[in-house]
């Protein structure tokens, strides 16, 4: 763990110099964010899972938020980034599965996380960067890094600000045409993807605040284009992991993995919402090197969520509290599509 932390903190440092030049403010206000966030990912995910040979392509510069990461298992070929979107869809794979992780939020997590993904189901990944910009510092700094089921919302407030720092930057204006968003970046590319005819994972998993990255994508898809909300419904399982987050009524196909000691995604569950499979003596982290064992097997948790028979839609639970726990993602929705 600490060779591919430190190798990729290398290539971090190599990185800078690139950056700075391409948008100084930003990687001034971010670099050290970045870096902690690395470490992060090596606590909460099996970074082991991605080889030396890959480390260099998850720089920042190459791997920034929105990027899309290409993962095979292991030993059935290496990682690819894809900046936008298009890109992927043009040159990319068909995959079995949707990532997004949480937590560091950096692209070593998100590829650690779907390379486990991709082990347990034998088949490709294809994995959202998160990322952490401007919006995700000022909302941390609230209180939503630990309360992000209600008030990590708060970052769609401040993406003004994160896109006019962007305007510094030639290399992200060239990608962008319009950076006036009003949802993360890594949102909007998860709606881009399931818009796209070319991409039907029959898996969308998430760990921790990914979840409420695929939640918020989902409820934009549900309020803007019902009919492509019930063909995805129809073709996936979502899987989440480590954080109980309400999805729109029509996606009733939904597993909930919960560590036994998992507190810290307790307290960012909605609490109505049952544990479908619960890891015995596990806390929040996906890594099998976490100190006692407690790390959750991503790969046996999507196997055994997969053989799972849902007998317990989730619109069925608590539903009548989706309108007012689920107020959050509803809004991000209801904002994106005025």
């Excluded at 088949?123 to 941390?140: C, H, K, M, R, W």
């Amino acid at each position: 763990m600490l060779s591919v932390l430190t190798n990729v903190q290398l290539e971090r440092a190599a990185a800078l110099p690139a950056k700075f030049t391409d948008n100084p403010f930003r990687a001034v206000t971010l670099d050290a964010i970045q870096r902690r966030n690395a470490v992060l990912d090596a606590v909460f995910y099996d970074v082991n899972a991605v080889t030396h040979e890959e480390t260099p392509d998850l720089a920042f510069w190459l791997a920034r938020e929105g990027a899309i990461i290409f993962v095979p298992p292991t030993s059935e070929g290496r990682l690819r980034v894809f900046l936008t979107p298009q890109d992927y869809l043009q040159k990319a794979a068909p995959v079995a599965a949707l990532a997004v992780a949480g937590v560091g939020s950096s692209a070593l997590g998100a590829a650690a996380f779907a390379r486990n993904i991709a082990d347990g189901l034998g088949q490709p990944v294809a994995a959202v960067v998160s990322g952490y910009g401007i919006a995700d510092i000022l909302t941390e700094a609230l209180g939503g890094f630990f309360w992000f089921s209600a008030l990590n919302s708060i970052r769609h407030v401040f993406e003004p600000l994160d896109a006019f720092t962007k305007m510094f930057s030639r290399t992200e204006l060239l990608e962008n045409g319009n950076l006036w968003t009003r949802t993360s970046k890594d949102t909007e590319t998860v709606v881009a993807l399931l818009e796209d005819e070319r991409f039907s994972p029959r898996v969308l998993a998430g760990h921790s605040k990914g979840n409420l990255v695929l939640s918020e994508a989902l409820y934009a898809i549900t309020e803007e284009r019902p009919d492509l909300a019930e063909k995805v419904s129809a073709r996936s399982r979502i899987i989440t992991i480590s954080a109980k987050v309400g999805m729109p009524s029509t996606f009733r196909d939904v597993i909930d993995v919960m560590g036994e000691w998992d507190w810290f995604g307790a307290l960012n569950s909605r609490p109505d919402i049952p544990a479908d499979l619960v890891v015995s003596r596990a806390w929040h982290s996906t890594n099998p090197g976490f100190p006692m064992g407690m790390g959750i097997d991503v790969s046996q948790a999507i196997r055994q969520a997969m053989s799972t028979r849902e007998t317990s839609p989730k619109f069925a639970r608590g539903a009548r509290l989706s309108a007012i726990l689920d107020a959050p993602q509803r809004t991000i929705a209801a904002m994106r599509s005025a």
